[in-house]
């Protein structure tokens, strides 16, 4: 199965159309822009999630209208007003990542937004979604896509060396005996597997590269870096969880693919990730300005 996208409003991003049955594989967190179905599938949810919101502040207003009115006649008011502002606010927020995700631009406090969109609405989503019988794989893909819409709109370029590549052990081919966990360094380019291209790549923009075998030594390792900006390579589960032990780090998701099913001998199209590279990383002649004046800009 395969499933491919680009990745976001920029341009220089590919953009590529997705086969029937491509349910859980990809490489990108978005699809083409023609029918995004990603994209749709956060939106509804977000709406649906509205609506509940609505009917459960009248609820909490209307239970105890008769209650309220006999201790004083304007509680009943200032209940209302209450549950009113609380429903502005969020549909404030609503209104505000939905322009964000249309306009594919930067707006009004976008990296909260999107520390909003990690922390409380993906999870409120996900019983939403299965409230509805959407999959919770299908709400992820959602979920990514929106989240690297946002990491697109803060357009933040940095360093190579601010930059960290992280990919899952599963890229490398099940036959080889190579330990690259450590040092990637150490693949012997043997082409079985796309490591031996990432690598290339590595050194073609000084980028780092880690490898990681599951969840604890992503976060060990991006602990111990604190890159400013992470592209990561896995899968729904492992990107949804990535991004939200990494934030305010901004994490932008690459689906890998697999063609031989979860975790084994997986593959990831290099041209993405490549693409990547180029739409966060700084361009040499400000790297070079950078380093003179004494240190790498995290941002432009």
């Given at each position: 199965m395969k499933e491919s996208a680009h990745m976001g409003p920029i341009e220089t991003l590919p953009r590529r159309v997705d086969k029937p049955g491509s349910e859980g594989t990809g490489e990108t967190g978005e699809p083409r822009d023609p029918q995004q179905p990603e994209k749709?599938?956060?939106?509804?949810?977000?709406?649906?999630?509205c609506v509940v919101m609505v009917g459960l502040a009248f609820f909490l207003w209307w239970?105890?209208?008769?209650?309220l009115s006999n201790i004083h006649p304007n509680l009943p008011l200032i209940l209302a007003v209450a549950l009113g502002c609380v429903v502005l606010f969020w549909f404030g927020g609503a209104l505000t990542l939905v322009l964000t995700i249309i306009r594919g631009k930067n707006l009004f406090f976008n990296r909260r937004i999107r520390g909003v969109v990690i922390r409380f609405l993906f999870p409120l989503l996900v019983l939403v979604g299965k409230c509805l019988g959407i999959s919770k794989a299908r709400t992820r893909k959602s979920f990514i896509a929106i989240n690297n819409q946002l990491v697109?709109?803060?357009a933040k370029?940095?360093?190579p060396d601010r930059l960290l590549l992280l990919l899952p052990h599963c890229l490398q081919n099940h036959e080889c005996k190579v330990r690259i966990i450590w040092n990637v360094d150490n693949c012997e380019a043997c082409g079985k597997c796309k490591i031996k291209g990432i690598v290339a790549l590595s050194k073609k923009y000084g980028v780092p590269v880690s490898v990681a075998t599951g969840g604890t030594l992503a976060r060990k390792i991006v602990v111990e870096k604190r890159p400013d900006v992470i592209i990561a390579v896995a899968c729904e589960r492992d990107l949804t969880s990535g991004?939200?032990?990494s934030y305010p780090i901004p994490v932008f998701g690459i689906f890998n693919k697999r063609p031989f099913g979860p975790c084994y001998d997986t593959d990831v199209d290099l041209e993405l990730v490549e693409k990547g590279i180029t739409t966060f990383l700084m361009d040499s002649q400000k790297v070079r300005q950078s380093r003179m004046t004494g240190g790498l800009s995290s941002g432009e």
């Open positions: 749709r599938t956060f939106v509804f949810l977000l709406l649906v999630a239970v105890p209208y008769v209650g697109l709109a803060e370029k940095v360093g991004i939200q032990d």
